[in-house]
């Protein structure tokens, strides 16, 4: 593929050493190109004054969480459309909860290889929400725990079955799956689940977990 037909991606990591590293992983797929590499979200900022924001930003978390959930929501109101990616952590936590609630749509925990990179941003591309496995297991665990669910249920007002979609999300059930077992359409399921994502005011199905288990604080 040409280089110019590749999808863009940038990179923000303040590690010299792991921003090169990224570079090569990035240009040894096919169709992914680095353009852009910053050490911080200033440089980041910068670099959107000058050009179009790129379909794809992969985003390395320092040992002290930075740049947190509020540079995060800066970096995604200044780039709705862009896919985000995080990198950061070695074990899953309330940090990693909170990248997801501020608008990331990927979570990799270290230490990580290129080639799950390369799938993690494909995922991205195909719409998916790719976030590591144990972290996903946290998730889930904390949410089916009941309490601060039901909170999040109540607090915006999910209707029943909104609650119940919501539920078999939780259990990390597809799309298909759920409509399986409410004998239901697909399409309904689609439907009952943007009603969901929009009251919970979240975009995909991690963050609508991460939501429900903090018990729907914004």
Known sequence: MSRELRHAVWVVD???RRRRGL???IEAASDLRCVL??????SLDAALDARPAPPLLLLGCGRDGDPGPRGLRRVQARCPTTRLLVIGGRKPGPAAVAAIEA???GFLLRPVQ????IEALHALLRGAAPIDPALTACLLDRWVSGARAQSAVSRFGLSPRESEVLALLGEGLSVE???ERLARSRHTVSNHLRRVYAKLRVHSRAQAVARAQQGGLP
């Open 103 to 105: 608008g990331a749509r």
């Open 23 to 25: 570079a090569r992983c």
């Open 114 to 117: 290129g080639p799950r990179i």
């Open 177 to 179: 799956a759920i409509a």
């Open 37 to 42: 590499t910053v050490p911080d979200t200033a």
């Open 14 to 16: 303040r590690d010299r």
